[in-house]
């Protein structure tokens, strides 16, 4: 099939690869399943490249379709020849497929329209003849008549027919794109009045870029600089090749009486329309991939986010700051359980300093306190300082650390805390929901609408419903990456397993209510709504920790617990030996090779059992840097350039990644200096969560900024 084949290449990926892929999801399978349970028909795919894979075979769907339906509405017209079929074959984007139906569309009330009804399409088909001899207004005359007061009039509306009919010619419009997409600039100026007191925009004051490599991030800040009437933005290229071109097309270089009117008929075709039409097409595919490039880095960050690692078997407080309202504070226990809330006024304009030393000191010791968690928001800089000045007179063994409190409100005012916590105000809540963030941000982070989150850029200039889209996918991934405890998830987690619905997740917490605890896998095919489709794709994903099958705590899906059990005897283990050192010894000396001869199973499955075998428990989120806990804090001032510090990545886009070194700003590490290797985008070298290594490279003390490197100024 063709569209396999395109995808393939666009992907560079097999063909195979596709077709298994394309036949997996048209069965019903989910993204998650097919990524982690059908590697040997994939090749070993990621949830990110089986996305790609859907969403490209619907483009080219679509795109077949819409040549069909080209074909058939210009067959209806009798207009249907060899030559546009063979044209629209060849296109490979929807525009092109829509300027080769563009002069066979019904079309709105235009000069080119008005001219045709008063009966002047015989004109402009004899002067585009280019006839030798003969005088235009003789031939002119003779249309003359109620609609057309004048021979001008007749020459005119002829040559408004030519300039439509240039700017309907599809080789004629592909010439003036090529044109501007690989050789035009952007150019944006400034206007003479706008509202930019900030001078946010100001970098588009008088900018200029080479249209095929404009950076995404300008695409999206001029677009915003245009809209809110601060710049004006044109495509500037050789416009005069591109007509020159069109010009010979229509005249062929023949002497002629009518020359001088074709040649302004195709001119004003191609200034009037052809021009502004194509600019408008091309900004409209830059702002789509700009789009696109935004949502790609939203949801890395948002994945990234939702991956930290959690800060496991700890007493956290969760310290939402404010000033005028007061800190409210939240104790919970090491499974997330709410001890106690509290508030304190460390803060102007209500400070009552020393209550709150002494109330922060009584929550400390009194539930034994090991770790500080505070809310990045409004008065987040002076609690941290207060917090650190405090910890350091009482000499106290705790930590404390910067937490994203981004949707805390949102989900504090939501429904669903107000059921957690019926009795509490909002503030309080989001106490709460702070200190859960450290301690397992994924389980917390998912009751909050992602877009609320904060970690893309220009989110706000997004399609509301494609990001929607894309970010659910994004937190579907990354609760199937990390799976669930059966018997103490949430719905709200529940719901983004794989292959099970809201009414599904809702079942699941009735069932356990009802009966007490899930004991086994097998059990979970008894829950109302859960069927065997339902129960195929997310066995995999739900872990039964006390379960008497051992294998029910791994990522091992039930489908493979024979193969498991005949790999676990051929290494001479049995089920109760999972993730000891003996079992890690075995697998390490054994011959894959030789496994897989005596097992009827291919290489990813085993390689899957084999790691669960050594770490049945293994958390997907392991594998990244832990928190940076801190007891100190940074002023502006005690900077110095050069000096080298730690910090978390707190965010990444396009232009560089903001780094939490510890003051009241994250610091921006530019492209520019984060590595001397060449790469294309920062997140190919940090991402959100990263502690990084840093140097202070420039200090703006009017501005209260600071620029970070990652290069080692030494």
Request: some cysteine; hydrophobic content about 40%; aromatic content about 6%.
């Amino acid at each position: 099939m063709k569209q396999i084949e395109m995808i393939a290449e666009l992907l560079h990926i097999e063909e195979s690869q596709v077709k298994n892929t394309l036949k997996l999801l048209e069965e019903g399978n989910t993204v998650p399943f097919i990524a982690r349970y059908r590697k040997e028909m994939t090749k070993g795919l990621d949830e990110e490249q089986i996305r790609q894979i859907s969403e490209q075979y619907e483009y080219q769907m679509n795109l077949e379709k819409r040549k069909e339906d080209v074909a058939r509405l210009i067959e209806t017209q009798g207009k249907l020849t060899d030559e546009i079929k063979a044209q629209l074959q060849a296109c490979v984007k929807l525009s092109q497929v829509e300027d080769i139906y563009r002069p066979y569309q019904q079309k709105r009330k235009t000069r080119a329209t008005e001219a045709i009804a008063k009966g002047l399409e015989p004109l402009a088909d004899w002067m585009l003849k280019m006839p030798k001899y003969g005088s235009v207004e003789e031939e002119a005359q003779k249309y003359v008549q109620d609609s057309v007061s004048s021979i001008q009039e007749a020459i005119q509306g002829a040559c408004d027919i030519i300039a439509e009919r240039v700017s309907d010619d599809a080789s004629i419009r592909q010439k003036f794109y090529d044109s501007m997409m690989n050789y035009g600039k952007i150019v944006t100026k400034e206007k003479k009045k706008h509202e930019d007191e900030k001078k946010v925009y100001r970098m588009y004051y008088d900018f200029a870029s080479r249209v095929s490599s404009i950076p995404t991030h300008c695409i999206m800040a001029i677009n915003r600089a245009e809209k809110e009437k601060v710049i004006t933005v044109n495509i500037e290229f050789d416009a005069q090749y591109a007509i020159n071109n069109a010009i010979y097309r229509f005249t062929r270089k023949h002497e002629s009486c009518a020359k001088e009117y074709v040649e302004m008929g195709v001119i004003d075709g191609c200034q009037r329309l052809i021009i502004p039409s194509i600019e408008n097409q091309i900004r409209k595919e830059l702002t789509e991939k700009a789009q696109q490039a935004s949502m790609d880095v939203f949801s890395m960050n948002l994945e990234r986010l939702l991956l930290q690692p959690p800060l496991k078997d700890k007493i956290i407080l969760g310290f939402d700051p404010a000033f005028r309202t007061g800190c409210k504070l939240a104790v919970i226990d090491r499974m997330g359980n709410m001890l106690t809330v509290s508030v304190i006024y460390p803060h102007q304009p209500n400070a009552k300093v020393e209550a709150a030393k002494k109330e922060l000191e009584r929550l400390i010791t009194q539930y034994h306190v090991e770790v500080i968690a505070i809310g990045n928001g409004t008065a987040s800089r002076e609690s941290e300082k207060f917090v650190a000045e405090f910890l350091k007179e009482k000499k106290l063994d705790v930590s404390f650390v910067l937490v994203s409190e981004a949707g805390a409100s949102v989900y504090s005012a939501s429904t669903l805390a107000r059921e957690e916590f019926p009795d509490l105000h909002v503030e309080q809540r989001s106490a709460i929901s702070i200190a859960r963030r450290l301690m397992d941000p994924l389980t917390e982070l998912i009751k909050i609408d992602p877009q609320s989150i904060g970690v893309g850029q220009y989110q706000h200039d997004l399609p509301a419903k494609q990001l929607k889209q894309r970010l659910e996918f994004v937190v579907s991934k990354a609760v199937n990456l990390v799976g669930v405890n059966i018997n103490t998830a949430s719905v709200e987690l529940l719901k983004n397993i794989s292959g099970l619905s809201s009414g599904a997740a809702s079942s699941i917490v009735e069932y356990r209510a009802e009966h007490g605890q899930i004991t086994s896998r097998a059990q979970i095919k008894k829950i109302p709504k859960i069927g065997a489709k339902s129960f195929e794709q997310a066995a995999g994903f739900l872990r039964v920790l006390d379960s008497s099958e051992p294998l029910d705590q791994s990522a091992i899906h039930p489908e493979s617990y024979d193969k498991a059990y005949q790999i676990l005897k051929l290494l001479g283990l049995e089920a109760s030996d999972l993730g000891s050192e003996k079992a890690i010894e075995a697998v390490n000396k054994i011959n894959q090779e030789e496994i897989l001869r005596q097992v009827d199973i291919d290489e990813y499955t085993l390689k899957d059992i084999l790691d669960a075998i050594c770490a049945p428990l293994r958390d997907y989120r392991d594998s990244f840097d832990k928190v940076m806990l801190r007891s100190d804090i940074l002023e502006l001032e005690d900077l110095k350039i050069g000096e080298k510090l730690q910090g978390t990545v707190r965010n990444v886009v396009d232009f560089g990644a903001f780094v939490d070194i510890g003051l009241h700003e994250d610091g921006l590490v530019h492209i520019s200096n984060m590595t001397k290797e060449r790469f294309s985008h920062p997140s190919e070298i940090v991402s959100v969560g990263d502690i990084v290594t840093v140097w202070v490279k420039k200090i703006d003390e009017e501005k209260q900024k600071v620029q970070l490197t990652m290069i080692n100024p030494a």
